[in-house]
């Protein structure tokens, strides 16, 4: 059974740091990632990682300060996110995909497997 378990995530004030983890189980994505989706808005791909952390691709909103890695052996994936500001608010979905372009980033919001969500909250 495919499943992607999602931890992490909480409350925080502007600047402060959280980290998400995500566990694949049942199949061996080509990227794995996470995009968010705040209340009104369209989901927007936040990082992504391809098999083997060959290479990441990270949204320019979020460029500089959240940092997605992978444990390869162990199918998860996380993301550091430091520096964290207001608009950061949003749920976070873990998702994963066959795609291992570039492409991965902007399309994690459409694939297939996804986390249930872990709501982040930034306050100023």
């Known amino acids: 059974q495919v499943q992607l378990a999602e931890s992490g995530g909480g409350s925080v004030q502007a600047g402060g740091s959280l980290r998400l983890s995500c566990v694949a189980s049942?199949?061996?994505?080509?990227?794995m990632g996470w995009f968010r989706q705040a209340p009104g808005k369209e989901p927007e791909g936040v990082a992504a990682?391809?098999?083997?952390?060959?290479?990441?691709y990270v949204a320019d909103s979020v460029k500089g300060r959240f940092t997605i890695s992978q444990d390869n052996a162990k199918k998860t994936v996380f993301l550091q996110m430091d520096s964290l500001k207001p608009e950061d608010t949003a749920i976070y979905y873990c998702?994963?995909?066959?795609?291992?372009?570039?492409?991965?980033?902007?399309?994690?919001?459409?694939?297939?497997?996804r986390g249930q969500g872990t709501q982040v909250t930034v306050s100023s």
């Open positions: 990682i391809t098999s083997g952390g060959r290479s990441t």
């Open positions: 998702a994963a995909g066959p795609v291992s372009t570039a492409s991965c980033l902007s399309r994690l919001p459409a694939f297939p497997f």
């Open positions: 049942g199949f061996t994505p080509n990227c």
